[in-house]
């Protein structure tokens, strides 16, 4: 499975983007799907995950303003951000876990600043 993710760029304070993760096989498989960030100089770090079933979960500096979501029929994982940060800038990574196996996508950049 291959996961392509999009949906980045320059925003202000304020402001909002929905990134999106297109993965070339089923997602209704996945056990688990999840946003991760890198921002320079610091480590991956989880940002919102969907597990199979539907139940989700979001980093605390995420809660209220992010919010995961997939669909099944277009085979794609959803990132709505909200009320972003100057903070969130980030390299922004899908990645999906199907069983033994664990798939990343190539990132995208989120850049929020003024």
């Known amino acids: 499975v291959q996961l392509q993710a999009s949906g980045g760029g320059l925003v202000q304070p304020g402001g909002s983007l929905r990134l999106s993760c297109a993965a070339s096989g089923s997602i209704s498989s996945m056990l688990f799907m999840g946003w991760y960030r890198q921002a320079p100089g610091k480590q991956r770090e989880l940002v919102a995950s969907?597990?199979?079933?539907?139940?989700?979960n979001y980093a605390d500096s995420a809660k209220g303003r992010f919010r995961i979501s997939s669909d099944n029929a277009k085979n794609t994982v959803y990132l709505q951000m909200n009320s972003l940060k100057s903070e969130d800038t980030a390299v922004y990574y899908c990645?999906?876990?199907?069983?033994?196996?664990?798939?990343w996508g190539q990132g995208t950049l989120v850049t929020v600043s003024s």
């Open positions: 969907i597990i199979r079933g539907g139940n989700t």
């Open positions: 990645n999906a876990v199907h069983w033994t196996q664990t798939y």
